[in-house]
């Protein structure tokens, strides 16, 4: 079960985003990847599994954004890591639009 206590938040404009292109922003003081894909807002936390990588502002491969360390992709839709040598998934979190604005709802787990 995933218990979480957190609100959503602002983390950014819509219109500031670009397609396929992964912006990092801070939130309670973790930092999230906010993605525009396919006319869907998604949000991973920007921490890569394998060692603890961050994935910077790198662009998309399909909906996979690629951490710069050791090269493991991760699925910005869900989170879920599709390649070695990271083989758990990172955060996923809740995204609500409203007008202009992007809300994230911070997932602990
Ligand atoms: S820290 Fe990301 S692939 Fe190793």
Redesign the pocket.
């Known amino acids: 079960m995933v218990s979480n206590t957190h609100q959503f938040q602002f983390a950014c404009k819509l219109s500031s985003l670009q397609p396929n292109q992964p912006q990092t922003f801070e939130i309670e003081d973790r930092f999230v990847i906010v993605v525009l894909l396919n006319d869907q807002v998604f949000c991973i936390e920007d921490l890569?599994?394998?060692?603890?990588?961050t994935f910077g502002d790198n662009k998309l491969e399909g909906s996979c954004i690629v951490?710069?360390?050791?090269?493991?992709k991760f699925d910005v839709r869900t989170g879920a890591a599709m390649c070695m040598?990271?083989t758990e998934a990172t955060l996923s979190h809740m995204v609500k639009v409203e007008g202009d604005d992007v809300l994230v709802q911070l997932r602990d787990n």
């Open positions: 890569c599994t394998h060692d603890g990588g951490c710069p360390r050791h090269g493991a040598p990271a």
